[in-house]
């Protein structure tokens, strides 16, 4: 490089470097969005024939049958189809959270009206390991902009792991939480916790803490990396807190949406 650009401090090569730099950066950024284009599309494509297979197999299961090696390797299709229309899925939300997607729509909605929304589902997820969820709500309206599907499938996310990674008859605890400026929640666990070393690397695509304690049950090591880009989103922030052994708290802060300015916006907007 000191060949071809000797930097002996002109306007001029300063400029034509800092031009160099940009446009690889432009090309990098190109490419990425390539292949977030990529993923996107070819699990798109990839959706509609999986779909077909798992439906297929779900009639056979239905007809009749005597032979028994028949009826389990249509079980086995029907089960791996299922799991690959689920990595199907998060790959899915995955590329197009990375890309520069602006379709999603925002909106104006209220933390807790939204994590009502989740409690029931999640309670019953709870249940089937004898699990208790216990919810502590703020006392007053917490208004967000975004988009509440996505918020409430992020929140599903961290539920998700604290059930999954909760031995049975553990303790969840869900809080609600805001501040001056800022506002989200915490999802406590009792489980098996994660140790510090891991605590960067679980946010990476298909990266699953390896030990012996870790259930095997067909989690991708996505949900993580899903709930980081769903959160870039929203201009939020994620924080662990673990020892192994210890159980886990993830807690999530999102930007508090000023609901003064959001009312003189659309006074504004309206006149
Ligand atoms: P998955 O759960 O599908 O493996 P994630 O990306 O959601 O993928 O999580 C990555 C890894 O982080 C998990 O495999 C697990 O080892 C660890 N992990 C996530 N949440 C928890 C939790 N609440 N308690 C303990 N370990 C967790």
């Known amino acids: 490089l000191s060949k071809r650009l000797p930097l002996r401090g002109t306007q001029d090569e300063l400029d034509r470097l800092s031009n160099t730099i940009n446009h690889m950066l432009d090309r990098i950024a190109v490419s990425y969005e390539r292949i977030a284009q990529f993923t996107a599309d070819a699990s798109h494509e990839l959706r509609t024939p999986v779909a077909l297979i798992r439906s297929n197999a779900e009639l056979l299961l239905m007809s009749p049958t005597d032979n028994q090696r028949t009826a389990e390797g249509l079980s086995d299709i029907l089960l791996e189809s299922e799991y690959m229309a689920r990595l199907i899925g998060d790959l899915l939300t995955l590329a197009r959270g990375s890309g520069s997607d602006k379709s999603i729509p925002m909106e104006l909605f209220e933390l807790g009206e939204s994590i009502d929304a989740v409690i029931a589902r999640a309670r019953s997820l709870a249940e089937t390991k004898k699990i208790t969820l216990a919810y502590r709500a703020e006392t007053q309206i917490v208004p967000i902009r975004g988009n509440r599907d ?21 303790h969840i605890e869900l809080t609600e939480w805001v501040s001056n400026d800022l506002c989200g929640f915490i999802v406590r666990d009792t489980g098996i916790g994660i140790a510090a070393a891991n605590h960067q690397r679980i946010f990476e695509r298909f990266f699953r803490v390896d030990t012996a304690r870790t259930p095997r049950d067909g989690g991708f090591g996505l949900g993580l990396s899903i709930a980081k880009s ?38 504004q907007g309206a006149r």
């Open 150 to 170: 996505i918020f409430e499938r992020l929140l599903m996310i961290f539920i998700d792991n604290a059930v999954r990674y909760t031995p049975q008859e553990g």
């Open 230 to 267: 769903l959160v870039g989103m929203h201009g939020g922030t994620i924080r662990v807190d673990s020892e192994l052994g210890e159980g886990a708290a993830f807690e999530v802060a999102f930007p508090r949406a000023d609901l003064k300015k959001v009312l003189m916006d659309s006074a």
